[in-house]
Nanobody
Framework: QVQLVESGGGLVQAGDSLRLSCAAS????????MGWFRQAPGKERGSVAA????????YYADSVKGRFTISRDNAKNTVYLQMNSLKPEDTAVYYC?????????????????WGQGTQVTVSS
């Protein structure tokens, strides 16, 4: 079983940037597709972005396309989410996740492991 630890969340103003990191341990990281999800208060958790094990394939939710970038460093067992031009509606708890088999984790059913989450709050 892999352990995922997110970091980098915080309180920022609209228009600012943040970079989230997710450090993985306990299993070979480089073979796992990875993803970021978020859950805002009163809303269901949803996929934000995902990346294949070799980094060549990515997925973004429409709401973050052009603003967020997912990347990974397999040598450091870490996946990142660069978030630019943040908006108040990006406020949520952000979760890191590993995928099942070769599939990009773009929905809960395709997730094998979850991190504990990190809070991102964007003020207007």
């Amino acid at each position: 079983q892999v352990q995922l630890v997110e970091s980098g969340g915080g309180l920022v103003q609209a228009g600012d940037s943040l970079r989230l990191s997710c450090a993985a341990s306990g299993r070979t990281f480089s073979s796992d597709p990875m993803g970021w999800f978020r859950q805002a208060p009163g809303k269901e958790r949803g996929s934000v972005a995902a990346i294949s094990s070799n980094g060549r394939s990515t997925y973004y939710a429409d709401s973050v396309k052009g603003r967020f970038t997912i990347s990974r460093d397999n040598a450091k067992n870490t996946v990142y989410l660069q978030m630019n031009s943040l908006k108040p509606e990006d406020t949520a708890v952000y979760y890191c996740a590993t995928g099942v088999g070769p599939f990009l984790p773009t929905k809960d059913q395709l997730v094998r492991d979850w991190g504990q989450g990190t809070q991102v709050t964007v003020s207007s």
